[in-house]
């Protein structure tokens, strides 16, 4: 049985219904969300900075150049908050009150390691480039060891964390359904659109399967 998620820090008192410390649902939400949004101390004012993730086992891995603000910042031992979240529709009741949407999000605290190894770096930029676009790895060259040098990065373990999500449709108050208003759920659903091919590509190269199958 996979182990819960300890939530000393996140739990959630005023919508506890909706939260859940489930470690395996944490992780897909983890796995699926394109955005983590990074927030830490920086010359004592809090900074929140996007950046892309990606989690192998129990950890959260982020990455960048050296010169940026996070790397710089982020010696061993330095607490930070990551947050992803997934909208999956605007919620449209029957009074502005009453509007809401349905998502999934994470909230998860804890203290940065340094990711120092060469070979540990190399397998997290492959898992970054699949996480990305799934298959893509295969398709590229290795990467060099000059440019695995050149990205610093950083794990978090994925122990202090809690989920919330919410589900369904609008919730209103017991007169408003008896107005003639339209309610109900716009789902946003997230894709890809017809790809811009590079104008140096060699003629007659097709898109290939990969990235076609994200196309919706």
Known sequence: MTRPLTHTDTTDVRYAARASYDRDVAYAILDEAPLAH???ESGGRPVVI??????????LYLHGSPATRLMRTTKPGVPVCVTVTLLDGLVLARSAMNHSANYRSVV?????????????????????????????????????????RATAMISIPIEEASVKMRTGGPVDDDDD????????????PTGYREPLPDPRNHPGL?????VQALVR
């Open 50 to 59: 996007p950046m892309l993730h990606a989690r192998l086992d129990d950890r």
């Open 38 to 40: 990074v927030g830490f």
């Open 108 to 148: 998860m605290f804890g203290e940065t390691s340094p990711v120092t190894s060469i070979v540990e770096r190399r397998t997290v930029l492959d898992a970054y480039t699949d996480k990305i676009l799934p298959g893509r790895r295969s398709h590229l060259r290795p990467m060099t060891d000059k440019e695995v």
């Open 206 to 210: 097709e898109v290939p399967e990969h």
């Open 177 to 188: 359904y008896r107005l003639p208003i339209w309610a109900g759920v716009l789902p946003t």
